[in-house]
């Protein structure tokens, strides 16, 4: 149990410093890491409640739950590099939120990291990916 409080302790941290670090690129960047770092925890959970949720309607009920809180969650998340000025305008702050939830979700991480020994290029990736797509210079990635 310790571990566990331990590790969403620094969940928590690093979601504190991506609000307070400046400009989207170094926000993203921190973002990305933090969530590659926890991927290899929690994505086989996921696999498995996702499996589960098939045949068995709490295991459905409860993955649900988790999917639509985290799809939330991406949308304040996601609201913070807005306010930078440096994403771009035409991106609803919606879209970003879906497209963050969509990539650096359990399914990515179990097919790179798991199926193609991703291990260090999943947060160069999910940075090199949000910066491309989300930047109005992403050159500065």
Same mark, same amino acid.
């Given at each position: 149990?310790?571990?566990?409080?331990?590790?969403?302790?620094?969940a928590?941290?690093?979601?504190?410093?991506?609000?307070a670090?400046?400009?989207?690129t170094?926000?993203?960047?921190?973002?990305?890491?933090?969530?590659?770092?926890?991927?290899? %925890?929690?994505?086989p959970i996921?696999?498995?409640l996702?499996?589960?949720a098939?045949?068995d309607?709490?295991?459905?009920?409860?993955?649900?739950?988790?999917?639509?809180?985290?799809?939330?969650?991406?949308?304040?998340?996601?609201?913070?590099?807005?306010?930078?000025?440096?994403l771009?305008?035409?991106?609803s702050?919606?879209y970003v939120?879906?497209?963050?939830?969509?990539?650096?979700?359990?399914?990515?991480?179990?097919?790179?990291?798991?199926?193609?020994e991703?291990?260090?290029?999943?947060?160069?990736?999910?940075?090199?990916?949000?910066g %491309?797509?989300?930047?109005?210079?992403p050159?500065?990635?």
């Amino acid at each position: 149990m310790k571990s566990l409080l331990t590790k969403s302790n620094t969940a928590k941290a690093r979601v504190k410093h991506m609000l307070a670090a400046s400009g989207a690129t170094l926000k993203i960047r921190i973002y990305a890491d933090a969530a590659a770092a926890m991927n290899p %925890r929690t994505a086989p959970i996921f696999v498995t409640l996702s499996d589960a949720a098939q045949t068995d309607t709490d295991c459905a009920a409860l993955f649900t739950e988790i999917m639509n809180r985290h799809a939330a969650n991406m949308l304040k998340l996601t609201a913070d590099p807005r306010s930078t000025g440096e994403l771009r305008a035409e991106l609803s702050d919606q879209y970003v939120a879906d497209v963050v939830w969509a990539t650096a979700g359990f399914e990515p991480k179990a097919r790179l990291v798991t199926g193609r020994e991703w291990t260090r290029q999943f947060g160069e990736y999910l940075r090199e990916l949000w910066g %491309r797509l989300f930047l109005t210079n992403p050159a500065g990635q």
